[in-house]
């Protein structure tokens, strides 16, 4: 049978480097799917392929679309150890509220109802908050009270949007109690994580360049050292295996990883991450004051997640 490739790179290949990226075993995978080990094998040895409906039921379990499990549309990793987009996302409304605050201390809390077409952030549970509260603070109802209310809207919320809401009431609450800049920086790294933390209110600092743009600095970028240079195989791989790699990495052994590789290698992993987490990664690289035995730890690391997409694709 001829082997089942798109864009040179064997179906099967990419169905074991999903698998290896879980840590599971075609045994562990087979019972999810309700088929038997030996049809995995065969997959992955590109002896059969899996019909539309079980490529469907793979899909699902790995969290892409078929035409990324097949290799016809490219996956940009929007998750990245401690970085995902929900928290990136938070972030983002975060620097909607700080500008809210700033912009209250400037004119007055009413003012902050012309702020909202400016929200960068796209939050709808924002743009309701503030009208809202401000209406029933024209309408001289007790702060308390009114905020109650709105906390009231954010348990209707769908499951998913419910950490957007509480911080929304949480910081919104603190703005009309006139807290200051730090308050309301620590208050919404709260909700989002230490990871966070040390880059509260800089999102849309991070947010000015475009992501051409952020790709563009590492051109020219050296190795670190000469002993740094264990991932310059990588220049030659291709984006799905560098995915797989990606959604496997915490983003503190992914930045020093890419701090000592070649301006190549380090365009090679960052060009698959998804635009807010490109950002991250970026500001993490440019932040990093590391040793050499940090960045080689974290090379092996990359490297021996590599070696199961590189040997079994060279196979």
């Given at each position: 049978m001829k082997n089942v490739t798109y864009h040179g790179v064997a179906l099967g290949g990419k169905i074991y480097s999903?698998?290896?990226a879980k840590r599971m075993s075609q045994e562990q995978l087979a019972a999810v799917l309700s088929i038997s080990p030996a049809a995995i094998s065969k997959w992955e040895r590109n002896l059969s392929k899996p019909s539309i409906e079980t490529l469907w039921a793979l899909a699902d379990f790995f969290e892409c679309s078929i035409d990324e499990l097949v290799g016809r549309t490219p996956i940009q990793v929007d998750k990245v150890g401690a970085y995902?987009?929900?928290?990136?996302?938070?972030a983002m409304i975060g620097d909607d509220l700080l500008k809210c605050s700033e912009i209250s201390r400037a004119k007055g809390l009413l003012a902050m109802e012309s702020y909202i077409p400016e929200l960068k952030s796209g939050s709808k549970f924002l743009t309701f908050a503030i009208p809202y509260i401000l209406n029933l603070f024209v309408k001289q109802m007790e702060v308390d009270e009114a905020f109650q209310f709105l906390k009231n809207y954010v348990t209707t919320?769908?499951?998913?949007?419910?950490?957007e809401g509480n911080m929304v009431a949480a910081v919104l609450q603190k703005i009309f109690f006139g807290a200051s800049?730090?308050?309301?920086?620590e208050l919404i790294a709260s909700f989002i994580?230490?990871?966070y933390r040390e880059k509260k209110g800089r999102m849309?600092?991070?947010?000015?360049?475009?992501?051409?743009?952020i790709l563009n600095q590492y051109n020219d970028k050296k190795m670190y050292s000469d002993n740094t240079n264990l991932l310059e195989e990588f220049i030659h791989v291709g984006n799905f295996e560098i995915q797989s790699i990606l959604r496997n990495l915490d983003n503190l052994t992914l930045t020093a990883a890419l701090v000592g590789a070649s301006g190549d290698?380090?365009?090679a992993f960052m060009a698959n991450l998804s635009d807010k987490m490109l950002y991250f990664i970026h500001e993490d690289m440019k932040q990093w004051n590391g040793t050499e035995e940090e960045i080689l730890t974290a090379?092996?690391?990359?490297l021996e997640l590599g070696n199961f997409c590189l040997k079994h694709n060279k196979a």
């Open positions: 999903l698998r290896m995902d987009e929900k928290k990136l996302r938070l919320l769908p499951e998913t949007e419910q950490p800049t730090e308050i309301l920086q994580g230490i990871d849309s600092e991070m947010l000015k360049y475009t992501r051409q743009e290698v380090a365009r090379q092996k690391k990359v």
